[in-house]
Every structure is written in C-alpha cells, then in structure tokens.
C-alpha cells in the first residue's frame, strides 16, 4: 500500500471549513483514497473515500488532484465534535470480491476546533 | 453504530494469562480484520481473515493466534499476556460491493495486563 503523508495537526474555528490535507504521491492505479477518523480511544469512523473524481457526503468532501498524488478532506462547518484524529488511507480496491486490502494508519492529523 | 460488536469491552487480566476477545461482523461481511491501538503506538494491523480462511498477517505475535467461525464471527486469542499487551483490540468488518468498500470498526475491547 502506498503511504501517506499528512501534517501532524491543525486548528479550525467552529463553523468554518476544515481542510485537512494529504500527500499520497506514490498511490498505484488500483487504489483509493479513504479517510476515517478517531475521536478519543473510540473505533475509527468511517468518513469518505474515492479513486479519482471528486466526492461529497453528509459527513464531508474529498477533493484529489487530477494526477491523483495528493487530495484534501474539507469538513464544510467544523463543530467541536469534529475534533479528533484524522487518517488519510489508501488501499488496493475490491478485486472481485476475494482479496481486500487492509487498512494501512499513519499518525494522522490532529484536528481542534476551538470555539 | 457501525454495526460490528466487539466483546468484552473492557477486559482487566494478570501477566501469564490468556484471554479471547470475540467480534461479529456486520450481517453479511465476510472479512475480518483485527488491530492493535496501546498507547505508544497507531493502530497496527494484526490479522485478516476472508470466509474463514486467514488472507494476511501484520505484526501479530506468535503468542496470538485467531480465527474466523462458519457463523463468520472471529476470535483473538491472546496467550502469555504481558504487561506490553495492554491496549485496544479493535476488529472491523468490510462485505463485497462493486467498488472501493467501506470497512467498519467496532467500538474495541480495552485489554489491560497487571
């Protein structure tokens, strides 16, 4: 799995934008680009992922670069329950259903939205 | 609730011991990972298992072992427990889908050693 690289923490004012960045400039082909996140000691949560066109949830938006070696994870109005651990991933896609790639974490982005 | 059950949730145990930390997947996923999350490290990947059957190892270590069930739920079996063994055992669960599955975390099991 390629690795990652993100910056080891930000801060967001409440109600604005977060946008957390990631380098992922050795990311192959076949892999996709997830985000989760880990609020104190719970199980990661899921948040977004995508191979190569941009994507929107209810959670967030993933934002990458068209040569797919970087993308950004805009959280649209931050709340301070947003402050948690941020992990950029990539990981080889379902190959049909058999073989799965594990998830990879790094340190990740602490992220604090302050009041 | 990402649909994924972890128990026991806490788990207090001496040095020397053996414990089983139990996980069912979500209804219908047939792949199962476990990780590590203590203190002084990220979360590190242990083992995974597709429909039984073991399909890759991380840093798991020889005196831990485990498996995935025909009713596809798995157990971690953790022997010799030392004090380094305190941590967060988290399992998660992925199903097939046509692209880019998803993979959900259960809420861990806190395993400490005295």
């Known amino acids: 799995d390629a690795k990652t690289t993100q910056p080891p923490s930000m801060d967001c004012a409440e109600g604005r934008a977060a946008n957390l960045p990631c380098n992922h400039s050795?990311?192959?082909?076949?892999?996709?680009v997830y985000w989760y996140r880990q609020i104190h000691s719970q199980g990661p949560q899921y948040i977004i992922h995508?191979?190569?066109n941009n994507e929107t949830n209810e959670m967030a938006s993933l934002i990458i670069t068209e040569d797919r070696k970087s993308s950004t994870l805009i959280l649209p109005h931050a709340t301070l329950r947003d402050t948690a651990v941020y992990y950029c991933?990539?990981?080889?896609?379902?190959?049909?259903?058999?073989?799965?790639?594990?998830?990879?974490f790094g340190q990740g982005t602490i992220l604090t939205v302050h009041p | 609730d990402s649909g994924v059950t972890q128990t026991p949730k806490h788990l207090i145990t001496a040095t020397g011991q053996r414990v089983t930390l139990r996980c069912s997947p979500r209804?219908?996923?047939?792949?199962v990972y476990w990780y590590q999350q203590s203190l002084d490290q990220g979360l590190q990947f242990l083992i995974h298992?597709?429909?039984?059957?073991?399909?890759a190892k991380g840093n798991i270590l020889e005196r831990f072992s485990a498996q995935q069930f025909p009713d596809l739920h798995s157990e971690l079996n953790l022997s010799s427990l030392e004090l380094g063994d305190s941590a967060l055992y988290f399992c998660?669960?992925?199903?097939?889908?046509?692209?880019?599955?998803?993979?959900?975390f259960g809420e861990g099991s806190w395993l400490t050693v005295v």
């Open positions: 050795t990311i192959s082909g076949n892999e996709y």
């Open positions: 995508g191979l190569k």
């Open positions: 209804s219908g996923d047939l792949s």
């Open positions: 991933i990539v990981r080889v896609a379902n190959a049909g259903g058999t073989s799965y790639g594990k998830l990879t």
């Open positions: 298992y597709y429909n039984g059957e073991e399909r």
């Open positions: 998660a669960s992925v199903g097939d889908s046509p692209s880019g599955n998803t993979i959900y």
